[in-house]
């Protein structure tokens, strides 16, 4: 007997006793036709299932990519509001933001770096406390985009929070003529920094999601 009948025929064995063991199954072994068929959808799904698995394993992984994203691209859901919490740094400090960033995704992981989270926080920031404020997202903040269907932009975001922080009486103790939009500094949902060259990108690009509560920063 080949290896592949042998193979078929410990299946026929297996199946048909796990079949039998149940009186609600066992109707399916009545015949012989009724049994072939049985073990062939058997057999069926348990391929399907089988290369479902490696196939979406395998985008997961970017081993391959999905064999029609070109008919069916990706839409992302637009970013429809968040929150931000928002701060003041001043420009010679700028460069220790990156560690701050760091250790707040630390912080996530492992609460015991909560100590040195709250010291750099003390020594970086203008304010004891970040201010947060709610955003919302209507159609005037993305219609005019060359693809309104994926929302906002970072740019249109630095915008938006420079002209909260030039209006609100909570910054009005600092010298606010001079801040520019590129000075507003954005860090998307995984505490990483989203950079001025991606300005014109949208928000559900840059890991920006609705609901999300995410730290800005304004460099006076």
Same mark, same amino acid.
């Given at each position: 007997m080949t290896?592949?009948?042998d193979l078929l025929h410990r299946f026929d064995d297996y199946v048909t006793a796990q079949l039998?063991? +149940?009186?609600? &199954?066992? +109707?399916?072994?009545t015949t012989p036709t009724s049994k072939l068929i &049985?073990?062939?959808?058997?057999? =069926?799904?348990?391929?399907? !299932? %089988?290369y479902e698995v490696v196939?979406?394993?395998?985008?997961?992984?970017?081993?391959?990519?999905?064999?029609?994203?070109?008919i069916f691209p $990706? =839409?992302?859901?637009?970013?429809?509001?968040?929150?931000?919490?928002? +701060?003041?740094?001043?420009?010679?400090?700028? !460069?220790?933001?990156?560690?701050?960033? $760091?250790?707040?995704?630390?912080?996530y992981s492992n609460i015991i770096y909560w100590k040195q989270l709250n010291s750099i926080s003390d020594d970086l920031f203008a304010l004891d406390q970040f201010v947060r404020f709610y955003f919302e997202f !209507?159609?005037?903040?993305? $219609?005019?985009?060359?693809?309104?269907?994926?929302?906002?932009?970072?740019?249109?975001?630095?915008?938006?929070?420079?002209?909260?922080? +030039? %209006?609100?009486? !909570?910054?009005?103790?600092?010298e606010r003529g001079h801040v520019a939009r590129d000075d507003v500094k954005i860090f998307n949902n995984k505490n990483e920094e989203v950079p001025v060259s991606l300005n014109e990108e949208y928000l559900s690009k840059c890991n920006i999601e609705t609901g999300n509560?995410?730290?800005?920063?304004?460099?006076?």
């Open positions: 290896p592949l009948l039998a063991s +149940n009186a609600f &199954t066992a +109707n399916l072994l &049985t073990e062939a959808l058997i057999i =069926v799904f348990i391929l399907l !299932s %089988s196939y979406w394993s395998g985008i997961y992984l970017r081993l391959w990519e999905y064999h029609a994203k070109d $990706e =839409v992302p859901v637009h970013c429809a509001h968040i929150n931000i919490r928002l +701060n003041v740094i001043s420009a010679d400090k700028v !460069s220790k933001l990156s560690e701050y960033c $760091e250790l707040k995704r630390k912080f !209507s159609p005037e903040d993305f $219609e005019m985009n060359k693809e309104p269907e994926y929302g906002s932009t970072i740019s249109h975001l630095r915008l938006k929070v420079l002209k909260l922080f +030039n %209006s609100a009486e !909570s910054f009005a103790s600092f509560v995410i730290d800005v920063v304004v460099v006076v």
